[in-house]
């Protein structure tokens, strides 16, 4: 009688123990959650972008093979109370070159031209911003007779400029983290797009 006794205490502590067991596992295991938001973005909203890799294009019309380009986001970019995007975030980028050249009678010249643009950024969760940046670099040769020699430049995108992108649309639902911090003023050098043609009304 004992001994069933002893039996039935033992089976009845295992079986509380596994149910602790499991009750424990239970509320022990993660819950997903979502806690992030998304936002609607504005066109023109500012990036800067962080020339990351120099862009050159050779005075003598050596072209680089590669024209794709990865730059970086330069900072974070706050938009009415959210970031949008962050320091080291892929903005990607491409650029067409074009060569012009001009004959007189004592002087020839030779201008390599390399159009820049940005087209769009990732930001660190893995949303896609769409951006809008086009800048001439304008590099070339100049020789003869009034120029007192030959006179060379590379049309150069310098590591460690400031391009100022901006969003080229509307987007909605790009994913950001609210913050209270405000937007940082951008570096004094930044440089600029080339103006574009605004359509007539």
Do not use: W
Not at 47 to 76: C, I, M, N, W
Not at 148 to 174: C, M, Y
């Amino acid at each position: 009688m004992i001994k069933r006794v002893l039996f039935a205490a033992v089976l009845l502590t295992g079986l509380a123990c596994l149910f602790a067991g499991a009750s424990f596992a239970q509320t022990a295991a993660p819950v997903p959650t979502n806690t992030g938001a998304t936002v609607t973005i504005e066109r023109g909203v500012i990036v800067p972008v962080l020339v990351t890799k120099e862009v050159r294009v050779g005075a003598y019309g050596s072209s680089q093979e590669e024209h794709k380009v990865e730059f970086a986001v330069d900072q974070d970019v706050i938009y009415q109370g959210y970031v949008i995007a962050k320091p080291g975030d892929l903005a990607e980028g491409h650029y067409d070159t074009q060569t012009n050249q001009t004959k007189r009678q004592f002087e020839s010249e030779t201008s390599e031209e390399v159009d820049l643009y940005l087209d769009d950024l990732v930001n660190f969760c893995g949303d896609t911003v769409h951006l809008g940046f086009e800048k001439t670099f304008v590099g070339g040769i100049r020789s003869g007779f009034l120029s007192f020699g030959v006179h060379a430049h590379d049309a150069v995108v310098g590591k460690g400029d400031v391009l100022e992108a901006s969003t080229d649309r509307t987007q909605k639902n790009v994913c950001a983290e609210s913050t209270a911090q405000t937007p940082k003023p951008l570096p004094k050098n930044v440089i600029l797009p080339d103006p574009q043609l605004t359509p007539s009304p």
